[in-house]
């Protein structure tokens, strides 16, 4: 089998005003990878890949000998994935298997968690901790079993505050988890020391999940000490290259790590593997709509892995609600099916979804 055409481009479905509002999900990327065995593989990404590179690299290549591809230069950088999960899609299909399957299946389903935030409200600031509590519970009558928030006011007693109110309108953690999540990407965002562990032993006493990235991203010195003077879980390690994954473990700086989800698998299996080898869970950072295709595979190998990240849902739409306009580049009625909160892993050979060529084409956007 040969590779004849590699092709990456924007799709992007047309929205209503009131969808636009709502923020719902619409475009991908999409990297397609065509083989003269008429296997075509695709993959989905933020953006299109350096297509220039990718046929040098690919065309009259082998589509299976895919570490040898990344050798070359393949998928350098965080956002050139597409090819290579277009290529995972075509092993798959070449095998009649989805990806979860060929590689070593631990679940079928996984529980879906929501980020929670507020259109206009990126802080929370604007928001109080009655509305996040009572848009938690529409959530739980709806079926779902665990949401994330942002801990970023001022006070963080606050957002202490929307939790123990989550636990006073929806129950315990079997019925709900929350996770908090600080996002601290760089000076200026993150939390001091004082702060982050008096907020950390308050959110114990409310029974959240986790506390997520209190300090600046790759501090690995003050996330370990945290982590070793409190009982919550301390969890970060999103949009992260791979090299960064060892100190984060050889300093035990978290006790969940958490690498983005849409990327190059090759790599994901790795760095979810090494996580694991250091007694350390691997659960990802979440994603949206057609990124959530590759890593729904990936994660239903690893067995630490139990939960999956929707970002964003604003409240109060619904994940299904918010990437409702890409269900007309699948041939099934919705891209993801999901029940009693949690979402189905798709099993149609390669990367799970049977994707409506016609409809790619038709909402293709060029330059």
Not at 212 to 219: A, K, S
Not at 339 to 365: C, F, N
Request: charged share 25%; with cysteine.
């Amino acid at each position: 089998m040969k590779i004849v055409d590699v092709d990456s481009f924007m799709v992007e479905v047309p929205l209503t005003d009131d969808q636009v509002g709502k923020r719902m999900y619409n475009s991908t990327g999409v990297t397609r990878v065509r083989t003269d065995a008429g296997i075509t593989g695709y993959g989905f990404s933020d953006r299109p890949i350096d297509q220039d590179r990718a046929r040098l690299i690919l065309m009259g290549a082998d589509p299976f000998t895919i570490e040898r591809h990344l050798a070359d230069g393949l998928a350098d950088g965080l956002a050139e994935y597409g090819a290579e999960n277009a290529l995972w899609d075509i092993v798959g299909k070449a095998a009649g298997l989805p990806l979860h399957k060929l590689w070593g299946a631990y679940r079928d389903r996984i529980l879906l968690y929501l980020t929670c935030v507020w259109p206009g409200a990126a802080d929370q600031t604007d928001v109080t901790p009655r509305e996040q509590a009572e848009a938690v519970l529409r959530y739980a009558e709806r079926g779902y079993r665990a949401v994330k928030i942002r801990i970023w006011r001022p006070d963080p007693m606050e957002d202490v505050e929307a939790v123990r109110l989550i636990r006073e309108s929806v129950g315990g953690r079997d019925r709900m988890e929350v996770m908090l999540d600080r996002t601290g990407a760089g000076p200026g965002e993150a939390m001091d020391y004082n702060t982050a562990l008096r907020a950390a032993r308050a959110l114990e006493q409310v029974d959240a999940t986790w506390l997520e990235e209190p300090f600046v991203r790759g501090d690995i010195e003050l996330h370990a000490r945290l982590r070793a003077e409190t009982d919550i879980p301390i969890t970060g390690g999103e949009h992260q290259p791979p090299d960064v994954y060892p100190p984060y473990l050889r300093g035990e700086s978290f006790d969940i790590v958490q690498p983005h989800c849409a990327g190059v698998l090759s790599t994901l299996r790795k760095i979810a593997g090494m996580i694991e080898q250091f007694g350390v869970e691997c659960i990802f950072h979440g994603s949206h709509g057609m990124n959530l295709v590759g890593s729904l595979q990936l994660s239903a190998t690893i067995r630490t892995c139990r939960m999956q990240e929707h970002v964003f849902t604003p409240p109060p739409l619904t994940p299904e609600e918010s990437w409702a306009p890409l269900n007309v580049l699948v041939r099934t009625d919705e891209l993801f099916e999901v029940e009693d909160g949690y979402v189905k892993i798709p099993s149609a050979p390669g990367l799970g979804i049977e994707v409506d060529e016609e409809a790619i084409d038709h909402y293709r956007v060029d330059g």
